[in-house]
């Protein structure tokens, strides 16, 4: 392994984390290391690797004496941590749980400092932005403002990876996740649940009068920005936006995946929830459009993708 660039993925097993294990394991020059406890991530989400370049261990972050043993084993160069407790309902209904995750950050941010890893990437999320006070929201000029646990403990990750870099120059780039859609997404996420109800010709439930807007990324355009960002002289301690800035209703989207599927689904409209519903979102991606290789894909075009191999999301 002298010869290859040692890269440790937290988080690994999860949808967008094996998602970017599946893209840098194609470049035969790269080693990969997934380390996951499997809560929320799944083995059945790992890509076979082609060029004997990948490990996945077993283990949580949020515990020293695992991870420590990880990064003794291998000398990292680059670390992607994504590795946390996600989704919406799952972080309201566990509090103290998303605040365990800063115990994670510190024990990455503490490792690599000490074992020479040259950048830590992070998996930062659009929820630190909250209700959103301007449009598009700009990583610079945007107010920080949510006060949900999911969104602070990103927003102290974010502080911790500028507060190691000022005291012991450890490099960072750090990724604000709009949502993300692809194969491989667990079903209680918004596009894969529409689908999986779709499918079924089951009722979409919808909060509200479904007029919140979200903007919807695929998650290739996701990785392909990441991985050009991480080893970018470029990007280093930068924060950039990934995600789509074209604005979607809930309400269009459940309508739109009921055609795709030629479903009988009807909609349904529940209450809408008391908290963690934010009325719009539209990142400025001026940053994360430089690092496409290509153009950003449609809606459409990747709920079509999905819909070529559903079977991961129907039970």
């Given at each position: ?32 290391v ?101 449009f ?7 107010p ?23 005291e ?6 750090i990724?604000r996740?709009?949502?993300?859609y ?27 009068d ?14 392909d ?91």
């Amino acid at each position: 392994m002298n010869d290859k660039r040692l890269i440790l993925v937290t988080g690994g097993a999860g949808f967008i984390g094996s998602s970017l294990v599946e893209a840098l394991i194609e470049d035969p020059s790269h080693y990969v290391v997934i380390a996951d406890n499997l809560k929320t991530g799944s083995k059945n989400k790992l890509p076979l690797a082609k060029h004997n370049n990948l490990k996945f261990i077993q283990c949580d972050v949020n515990d020293l004496d695992q991870i420590t043993s990880v990064f003794h084993t291998f000398p990292f160069e680059y670390v992607f941590h994504y590795a946390a407790l996600v989704g919406v309902q799952r972080t309201l209904q566990n509090p103290v749980m998303v605040l365990d995750d800063i115990k994670g950050i510190r024990n990455i941010l503490n490792l690599s400092k000490n074992t020479g890893v040259k950048r830590v990437m992070y998996a930062s999320s659009s929820e630190v932005y909250g209700e959103p006070v301007e449009f598009p929201q700009n990583e610079e000029t945007t107010p920080l403002n949510s006060r949900l646990p999911y969104a602070i403990v990103k927003n102290v990750g974010e502080a911790f990876l500028k507060s190691y870099y000022q005291e012991f120059g450890l490099e960072y780039t750090i990724f604000r996740f709009f949502n993300t859609y692809g194969p491989k997404q667990s079903k209680d996420f918004v596009i894969s649940k529409f689908i999986n109800a779709a499918m079924k010709n089951e009722d979409i439930t919808v909060y509200g009068d479904g007029s919140q807007t979200r903007t919807f990324c695929f998650v290739n355009n996701n990785v392909d920005a990441c991985i050009n960002a991480a080893f970018s002289d470029a990007y280093a301690n930068e924060t950039l936006n990934i995600g789509s800035d074209i604005e979607t209703p809930i309400l269009d989207l459940a309508q739109l995946i009921i055609r795709l599927t030629g479903s009988s689904s009807k909609i349904e409209h529940l209450p809408p929830l008391p908290e963690g519903d934010m009325t719009r979102r539209k990142p400025d991606i001026t940053k994360m459009k430089a690092l496409l290789n290509g153009s950003m894909i449609s809606l459409e075009d990747g709920i079509q993708t999905i819909l070529k191999d559903p079977s991961y999301i129907l039970s």
